[in-house]
């Protein structure tokens, strides 16, 4: 297999795409010809940062450069499909930036079209390279219960989509590859209050097997916070995606003591002064630094050259979007009676 560096090109070069043409012009695996960008000056500032190739369609980049073999998508979501289309059909393999697509509709269609060509498409959950997460893939866990909350101030950025689409499919993405269950129901409710879409959203999903998956995302907190706790009968995760940082209990490590615990809780012994952290081991999950985008796009160079298996496939991101498109459907079914805004001014 050749080690010749994979000709690429990044399209969209704003807030994410700008770090994928980064990261493609460092890693030795590729070589970026050309960042794509209808906006000029933002493209040809990045252009002449990386030595590479400044243009304004995908039709440009197909008619100078034929020998391009794969590319990154972060245009706005409503925009993949038209992107990744002519890429697609042509056997170029496409990353495109999460979400996959705007609806369950066009994300069918995304995913036809990569299948009818034979062509690699991959979607950019970055989260699933996040240190933490990949710290616990040794672990092999059936859960039970998971808890995700993913808040942050408003950005003003993806207006055009809720906070379903816009936050909560990363972890959407996450519990659908932990469960590896089919899902039975989803309950959801939500608050829109900046705009026409949901800016507050909360989730619970119940799969065949019995887990059940609790998700709370909003774009209106006053702090940044992206945390992930799994409970299973073999223990216990908790994970902060933003300090990339863990904590683990096994039930194999505590197996003796808690046997002991609930022996004497059942002969009605009074344990109210013992502290329960102090009857349980705590480990701190092993974590790397490596920068998620960054294991993201070798994952996506290697499975273009057969050398991986894409982390997050085209039916991967398209499960994504069919649940954040379930949930989106329950919070508009969802009555509520409450305050009206209007009335207050």
């Known amino acids: 297999m050749s080690d010749t560096p994979i000709p690429v090109a990044a399209i969209g070069v704003g807030r994410m795409g700008r770090h994928h043409a980064r990261i493609y012009h460092q890693l030795p695996q590729a070589e970026l010809l050309a960042v794509v960008d209808g906006d000029e000056d933002r493209a040809g500032a990045l252009a002449d ?11 440009e980049l197909l008619d100078k450069y034929p020998q391009v073999k794969a590319v990154s998508i972060a245009v706005p979501t409503v ?30 269609r995304i995913v036809e079209t990569a299948r009818k060509h ?5 979607v950019g959950h970055t989260e699933r390279f996040n240190p933490a997460v990949r710290a616990i893939s040794d672990w092999d866990l059936v859960p ?25 499919i990363h972890d959407l993405d996450i519990i ?19 705009g026409e879409h949901e800016d507050v959203a909360d989730a619970r999903l119940e799969f065949e097997d019995g887990c059940v998956a609790k998700i709370t995302s909003s774009r209106l907190a006053l702090k940044t916070e992206r945390k992930l706790r799994v409970f299973s009968e073999d223990g216990y995760i908790s994970l902060d995606y933003a300090t990339k940082s863990g904590m683990s209990i096994r039930r194999t490590g505590n197996i003796s003591i808690l046997h002991e615990v609930r022996d004497q809780l059942a002969e009605g ?5 013992l502290d329960y952290t102090d009857l349980v081991n705590i480990q701190d999950l092993t974590i790397n630094d490596e920068e998620p985008l960054t294991a993201e796009l070798t994952n996506f160079l290697d499975a273009v050259t057969g050398k991986a298996e894409p982390e997050v496939d085209a039916d991967a991101g398209f499960a994504a979007v069919e649940v954040a498109e379930q949930v989106v459907q329950k919070i508009r079914d969802h009555q509520w009676s409450g305050l009206d805004l209007d009335k207050l001014v």
């Open 49 to 59: 940062q990386y030595g590479c190739d400044c243009l304004a369609t995908v039709e």
């Open 79 to 108: 925009y993949h499909e038209a992107v990744a289309e002519p890429l697609l059909s042509r056997g170029i393999a496409c990353l495109i930036e999460k979400p996959m697509a705007q609806s369950v509709e066009v994300g069918k």
């Open 144 to 168: 039970r219960f998971i808890e995700c909350d993913r808040v942050s101030p408003f950005t003003f950025r993806s207006v055009d989509v809720g906070v379903v689409f816009d936050m909560m």
């Open 176 to 194: 659908l590859m932990m469960a590896r269950s089919p899902l039975k129901n989803v309950h959801a409710c939500g608050v829109a209050l900046l």
């Open 118 to 122: 034979n062509t690699l498409c991959q």
């Open 269 to 273: 012994t009074d344990l109210s002064d």
